[in-house]
């Protein structure tokens, strides 16, 4: 069976910090990946995705960054974090290919507080 | 611009009442729609979905929804919440290669 791994769970950084949140998938090969912003009564916020290696696509811009350096691993990092970066973060993946159906499963999410 | 649209942020019922959640998606082409559930501390997981077929689609823990695509919509239901139903409801609409999300609706049950 598939899963996904977030981590850190919870994060606490100052202002003008870098941020490394890295997530992984087992279980499947050549997910497609997903980064989310998650904020109260605004619902998902995609924030990237990728469909492989070194394929990275933004939605929003912003002082994040994403990388995918593995099949199954994608990371979002920022150079330095704003106040502004807060908030739970969630990543993603689903499979590819017809007959996917596009669902996407879900990791457990960083919390990350900018101070 | 293409959009899913929730109509209630927060709802709040007593057990064993009936629930309708609405939701709206705004775009054209090949429609897949779905309802994801987070509960308290728990991660997002997929409640039911709609690619094709019969419009009226059961899911998990007695939820079902309806497909209407003269209405634009895929309210989801239940004839009777239980209090553990309490969570945060999310409609999303596939398009584009990406999923369109709603806002989210909080739904609260008392005991």
């Known amino acids: 069976s598939q899963t996904i791994h977030q981590w850190p769970a919870t994060l606490v950084q100052p202002v003008g910090s870098p941020l490394s949140l890295e997530c992984t998938v087992e279980?499947?090969?050549?997910?497609?990946l997903y980064w989310y912003r998650q904020a109260a009564g605004r619902g998902l916020q995609l924030l990237f995705y990728s469909v492989g290696i070194g394929q990275i696509s933004s939605e929003v811009p912003q002082n994040l960054s994403a990388s995918r350096p593995q099949d199954r691993q994608f990371i979002l990092s920022s150079k330095k974090l704003l106040l502004s970066d807060s908030g739970f973060y969630l990543c993603?993946?689903?499979?590819?290919?017809?007959?996917?159906?596009?669902?996407?499963?879900f990791g457990p999410g960083t919390r990350l507080t900018v101070l | 611009a293409q959009s899913v649209s929730q109509h209630n942020h927060h709802v709040i019922l007593s057990e064993a009442a009936s629930l309708e959640l609405g939701c709206n998606y705004s775009?054209?082409?090949?429609?897949?729609l779905f309802w994801y559930v987070q509960y308290p501390g728990q991660h997002l997981q997929l409640l039911l979905k709609y690619f094709s077929g019969d419009p009226l689609v059961k899911g998990i823990k007695g939820f079902e929804a309806e497909f209407i695509k003269s209405k634009f919509s895929f309210n989801l239901r239940k004839p009777s919440v239980q209090w553990s139903d309490t969570a945060e409801y999310f409609c999303?609409?596939?398009?584009?290669?990406?999923?369109?999300w709603g806002a989210g609706t909080k739904l609260i049950i008392k005991p």
């Open positions: 993603a993946w689903s499979r590819t290919g017809e007959g996917s159906y596009n669902e996407q499963f």
């Open positions: 775009y054209g082409g090949t429609v897949n």
């Open positions: 279980g499947t090969s050549n997910p497609n």
């Open positions: 999303a609409g596939y398009s584009n290669y990406q999923l369109i």
